[in-house]
């Protein structure tokens, strides 16, 4: 097949060589023709050296690749690829499991597919696209899952209307492309249960990223009592209360998520007395609660999505973590987070950095975390390392 070939400008070419997989519109020198919203293009040297192939676009990120090597993108192509993802979802004991049916089978540039993401929950997977070339082959993706699970996966639900680029252009609608399933469900994750609706729920239903830190959590929690913030549907608290926490306190600013936090715990605990659960602003409640803890969780929203935002966000997560930290009990736990991908992981750590030496509180780092293994990060697309996480003890 042939395909529109983009030309890069003279030493444009080094980030492909080392298999960055982005292409700026600034580097490029010229395009022989006029290719439409997601077409597949190849990508030349200047001095007409095949570099990659991959989706094009009209914004600022032109070309995303999919493959650096010179071969047609096919049902072929996209077999290999998601067959890949599974077999290392495999390897990792995701799949098959009999306590866990939540993960994610491809995280984007993490899994060399620029622009995708595919979460299973249970028999149902949801794809979310954030590039118009993802989206225009969803329906070979969606057949092409069906068909590697072999009978397990029913549905393909697309979840893309809030993250596709040009959407008054496309008008993407959620909905199910594959199958007929249901758009909630009771989901296990380490043994624990959880109601999830990737129909109404933030990201594809559940924040499927923080799983092992949420285990990590539990075996912190024995003996404790533990104030989970910014605790949307109580994960962290589920986990905490499984590890034999005294007493666990939700804090989230939405009412909907305050009552699915209670609806997991009672799902999981007949008697869910030690379990008490606020709607209220987080930094509001650790402003005014007069409560100590053994154990805070600090897990907020991107407070940074933009690069001009940087500066803000590190003051944001200073004052947060300085607020955390006076609630905490002497020898307290504190889990702290950070899911914005322009703070980088050294930003975060000075912010905390900044919090403890404000708060003249002897602290220590006991865990540096991150995503898990089914959020690879490509070594030559750092920008793929979005979540950042420490515990400190402080005396």
Same mark, same amino acid.
């Given at each position: 097949?042939?395909?529109?070939?983009?030309?890069?400008? *003279?030493?444009?070419?080094?980030?492909?060589?080392?298999?960055?997989?982005?292409?700026?519109?600034?580097?490029?020198?010229?395009?022989?023709?006029?290719?439409?919203?997601?077409?597949?293009?190849?990508?030349?040297?200047?001095?007409?050296?095949?570099?990659?192939?991959?989706?094009?676009?009209?914004?600022?990120?032109?070309?995303?690749? /999919?493959?650096?090597?010179?071969?047609?993108?096919?049902?072929?192509?996209?077999?290999?690829?998601?067959?890949?993802?599974?077999?290392?979802?495999?390897?990792?004991?995701?799949?098959?499991?009999?306590?866990?049916?939540?993960?994610? /089978?491809?995280?984007?540039?993490?899994?060399?597919? *620029?622009?995708?993401?595919?979460?299973?929950?249970?028999?149902?997977?949801?794809?979310?696209?954030?590039?118009? $070339?993802?989206?225009?082959?969803?329906?070979?993706?969606?057949?092409?899952?069906?068909?590697?699970?072999?009978?397990?996966?029913?549905?393909?639900?697309?979840?893309?209307?809030?993250? /596709?680029?040009?959407?008054?252009?496309?008008?993407?609608?959620?909905?199910?492309?594959?199958?007929?399933?249901?758009?909630?469900?009771?989901?296990?994750?380490?043994?624990?249960?959880?109601?999830?609706?990737?129909?109404?729920?933030?990201?594809?239903?559940?924040?499927?990223?923080?799983?092992?830190?949420?285990?990590?959590?539990?075996? #912190?929690?024995?003996?404790?009592?533990?104030?989970?913030?910014?605790?949307?549907? $109580?994960?962290?608290?589920?986990?905490? /209360?499984?590890?034999?926490?005294?007493?666990?306190?939700?804090?989230?600013?939405?009412?909907?998520?305050?009552?699915?936090?209670?609806?997991?715990?009672?799902?999981?605990?007949?008697?869910?007395?030690?379990?008490?659960?606020?709607?209220?602003?987080?930094?509001?409640?650790?402003?005014?609660?007069?409560?100590?803890?053994?154990?805070?969780?600090?897990?907020?929203?991107?407070?940074?999505?933009?690069?001009?935002?940087?500066?803000?966000?590190?003051?944001?997560?200073?004052?947060?973590?300085?607020?955390?930290? #006076?609630?905490?009990?002497?020898?307290?736990?504190?889990?702290?987070?950070?899911?914005?991908?322009?703070?980088?992981?050294?930003?975060?750590?000075?912010?905390?950095?900044?919090?403890?030496?404000?708060?003249?509180?002897?602290?220590?780092?006991?865990?540096?975390?991150?995503?898990?293994?089914?959020?690879?990060?490509?070594?030559?697309?750092?920008?793929?390392?979005?979540?950042?996480?420490?515990?400190?003890?402080?005396?």
């Amino acid at each position: 097949m042939n395909y529109i070939k983009i030309t890069l400008k *003279p030493g444009k070419e080094q980030s492909l060589q080392r298999f960055h997989p982005w292409v700026f519109s600034g580097a490029i020198k010229r395009i022989d023709g006029t290719p439409d919203e997601g077409e597949v293009v190849e990508v030349f040297s200047s001095d007409g050296l095949f570099l990659g192939i991959g989706h094009y676009h009209s914004g600022s990120i032109t070309v995303r690749i /999919l493959s650096f090597k010179q071969e047609p993108i096919n049902d072929d192509f996209w077999s290999i690829k998601l067959r890949d993802a599974l077999n290392h979802r495999k390897a990792l004991g995701l799949y098959p499991s009999t306590t866990t049916n939540i993960f994610r /089978l491809v995280h984007g540039e993490g899994d060399n597919l *620029p622009g995708l993401i595919v979460d299973i929950y249970g028999d149902t997977a949801v794809v979310q696209c954030h590039s118009i $070339g993802m989206y225009l082959v969803r329906d070979i993706i969606a057949k092409t899952i069906l068909k590697i699970f072999e009978g397990y996966i029913k549905s393909v639900y697309d979840k893309s209307s809030g993250t /596709l680029p040009l959407r008054e252009k496309f008008n993407p609608t959620d909905g199910f492309i594959a199958g007929e399933g249901h758009l909630s469900s009771m989901l296990l994750e380490y043994g624990n249960k959880f109601d999830i609706s990737w129909d109404e729920g933030q990201k594809t239903g559940f924040f499927i990223d923080q799983r092992e830190n949420r285990r990590l959590v539990q075996e #912190y929690s024995k003996g404790k009592t533990v104030l989970n913030t910014f605790g949307y549907t $109580g994960g962290f608290s589920v986990f905490a /209360l499984q590890g034999g926490a005294t007493e666990v306190t939700t804090v989230d600013s939405s009412e909907k998520a305050i009552f699915l936090s209670k609806k997991n715990v009672a799902a999981n605990f007949e008697n869910g007395s030690n379990h008490k659960a606020f709607a209220v602003d987080a930094f509001e409640y650790l402003r005014t609660t007069k409560d100590t803890y053994d154990l805070i969780i600090l897990d907020p929203p991107a407070f940074a999505k933009h690069r001009d935002a940087l500066k803000n966000a590190l003051q944001a997560y200073k004052r947060l973590n300085l607020a955390a930290i #006076y609630k905490l009990n002497p020898g307290g736990i504190l889990f702290t987070f950070s899911c914005s991908q322009v703070v980088n992981r050294t930003d975060f750590r000075n912010a905390v950095f900044s919090a403890c030496a404000i708060s003249g509180r002897e602290a220590s780092i006991l865990h540096q975390l991150t995503q898990p293994a089914d959020h690879p990060i490509n070594i030559y697309h750092p920008e793929g390392e979005y979540l950042k996480g420490l515990v400190i003890r402080v005396k």
